[in-house]
């Protein structure tokens, strides 16, 4: 697998590893965006990565260089492609890699903004993740 992108300064990597349904595709892109004022999504969407594996994609960023590696990322996969409510998935590459937990693109926002600043560390949400592993907010009852 070749390395992954590099997101833009200051957002969070979308990689789209199902290309199924380029509707879905299209309605999580404008459900990310539509959920901040500010741009914080790079979308990559390259069939090099078709069904690449949450350990496939730990891999390759633990082959990079120190400069290349990323601390996370959010994976658009067959299960956001389907699923009617579009969860990605986020995956950790830092501190625990291949922990991961689902989110809603409602919550995309949030959570990118907290990971990008290191505001808030990959544990914290998803230690707050519901019964399904889908974070939800901190203030969920």
Do not use: C
């Amino acid at each position: 697998m070749t390395s992954l992108p590099q997101p833009d300064d200051l957002t969070s990597l979308v990689l789209r590893t199902d290309f199924s349904d380029d509707t879905a595709w299209d309605e999580l892109q404008a459900a990310i965006d539509s959920s901040n004022a500010y741009r914080n999504a790079t979308y990559v969407s390259d069939p090099t990565y078709a069904g690449a594996t949450v350990q496939a994609l730990v891999d390759a960023d633990a082959a990079a260089s120190d400069d290349d590696k990323l601390t996370y990322l959010f994976l658009a996969d067959a299960t956001t492609m389907t699923d009617d409510e579009h969860p990605l998935l986020a995956v950790d590459l830092d501190t625990e890699p291949g922990r991961r937990f689902r989110l809603p693109p409602r919550w995309y926002a949030d959570v990118s903004a907290n990971l990008t600043i290191a505001n808030m560390d990959f544990a914290e949400f998803a230690d707050a993740t519901d019964g399904s592993g889908t974070f939800r907010g901190f203030d969920r009852d």
